[in-house]
């Protein structure tokens, strides 16, 4: 497990590297000038003289590997720049809104996984059944339907129509102080959203992962023995048939990601979402820079995940990956 981690991070290196060349590079090329979006109302009436003194301030008037290379090594030691949007350092930013975005991600990637594997089972063990033709066509349909639409219509339902819920934010409006229970009725409906968002492809990956296992020759010869119908499910179908969906976590990573920012801006949970849609449409290259590090380091690090839980799950597999 040392190893491959180890591997995994060294090969980490130069696509995190290549990730923020190509951002500087596409914000280079972005219609959009982060001089005027510092300068905001300001920089309709300024002159030309105050408009280019600016982008000498901002540093945008650099080259392109010079603007990249400074951040770059600027970064190495801590220093992530300043915010040009946010007029803030870019650490700060990101430490006071990733860890409400990780809370929203984590939830919800829990949840999904637990009750699509719950679901999965259930269907797998009698796939054609009531209960498999039931909830299969429920997960088709919610595949089809965005992360968006989800959480505007829980929204209407939960919050709207039976009024039990919050419709968004991190507490309530007549409060200024942040508490554990308000932030758990607040994170429910925006868990909740996500998490179904993305549970029909952990449900489907175990319901055929279960259903092919219970046809095996070792499943039936536990059958044969005697064994209990849950012993023969808990511990031979079941282990076997999530074997494949280990390997679904980290390429559901990128998704959770991008459908987190969607109902994150749904519900307006201060996440990295409105921070994200600043930064690139200000062209802020520090904080563009650094959340995309993070994004491309999360994706890196569920893909690493997988491996290891497979490896653990299946010892025929090895950490050799």
């Not at 491959?4 to 060294?10: D, E, K, P, S, Y």
């Not at 400074?70 to 915010?83: C, I, K, P």
């Not at 758990?184 to 968002?197: C, F, K, T």
Request: aromatic letters at 8%.
């Amino acid at each position: 497990m040392a190893r491959m981690t180890g591997r995994r991070a060294l090969a980490a290196v130069p696509v995190l590297l290549g990730v923020t060349l190509a951002v500087f590079a596409v914000a280079e090329a972005s219609p959009f000038d982060p001089v005027k979006a510092y300068a905001g109302t300001a920089g309709l009436t300024a002159s030309q003289e105050n408009l280019d003194q600016l982008r000498h301030n901002l540093g945008v008037d650099r080259p392109l590997l010079t603007r990249w290379w400074d951040w770059l090594t600027a970064a190495v030691t801590g220093d992530l720049g300043d915010s040009s949007v946010m007029r803030r350092p870019v650490a700060d930013v990101v430490t006071e809104r990733l860890g409400w975005s990780v809370l929203l991600a984590v939830t919800a990637f829990a949840l999904a996984i637990a009750l699509g594997t719950l679901l999965g089972v259930l269907a797998g063990r009698r796939r054609g059944g009531l209960l498999d033709r039931a909830v299969s066509a429920l997960a088709y349909t919610l595949e089809a339907a965005p992360a968006f639409w989800l959480g505007l219509l829980a929204i209407w339902f939960f919050a709207l129509k039976l009024g039990v819920l919050p419709a968004g934010g991190l507490t309530d409006t007549a409060s200024d102080t942040v508490t554990f229970d308000q932030v758990a009725r607040h994170l429910v409906l925006p868990a909740l959203v996500l998490g179904v968002s993305q549970l029909p492809w952990f449900f489907l990956y175990v319901r055929q992962g279960v259903g092919d296992a219970l046809d095996e020759d070792p499943v039936r010869g536990a059958r044969a023995r005697g064994l209990a119908e849950r012993t023969v499910l808990t511990g031979h179908a079941l282990r076997s048939g999530m074997l494949p969906m280990l390997t679904l976590i980290g390429s559901r990573v990128p998704e959770v990601i991008t459908g987190a920012l969607l109902v994150e801006t749904v519900f307006s949970w201060p996440g990295i979402a409105a921070a994200t849609v600043q930064a690139a449409t200000a062209v802020d290259f520090p904080l563009l820079a650094a959340l995309t590090v993070l994004a491309t380091a999360a994706v890196l690090l569920g893909n690493l995940l997988s491996d290891l839980l497979y490896g653990l799950a299946d010892p025929r597999v090895g950490f050799d990956g």
